[in-house]
């Protein structure tokens, strides 16, 4: 609704259509709605983590957004060994798909964890390590 009102303003009228997730998925899978409301609230460790989202024949590609600078840009970092080098390549990655891209980003936040400084390893879980902490160690 937020999102709505907002758009009204600039002259953009909506008509949400508020669907079960089932049959939400299934027509995003399709490509069958001209404009989607979808959450990517996951928490990236890694700029692979959104190649799903944004590469040609990736997985959750809603968009259909199909670009071969942009899948070659993604390629080109995941195989970066250098890290500045492939800070580099995401940065223009980064730019590109704020070009190119049909989304629009609603609201971006930063998730912090609290720990002590002994805590390493420590991250915020999320979908790709299950919320697991397998890998913490205490340095103490």
Known sequence: MLAKEQLAKTGIDLELDVQ?????????DKLRNPMVAQPVGLR???????SRYFVTEGGSSWTGLSDP???????????????AERKKIVRELELRLLDITPSVAL????G??????EVK???????FNNNKFQDVWLAK
């Open 20 to 28: 079960e997730s089932a049959t939400f998925l299934e027509q995003i």
């Open 121 to 127: 390893n420590c991250f915020r879980g999320n979908a």
């Open 44 to 50: 990236m460790f890694d700029p692979d983590q959104l």
């Open 112 to 117: 912090n964890i609290a720990h002590w400084p």
């Open 69 to 83: 600078g942009e899948d070659a840009l993604f390629e080109t970092q995941s195989r970066a060994l250098d890290v």
């Open 107 to 110: 609201l971006w936040r930063r």
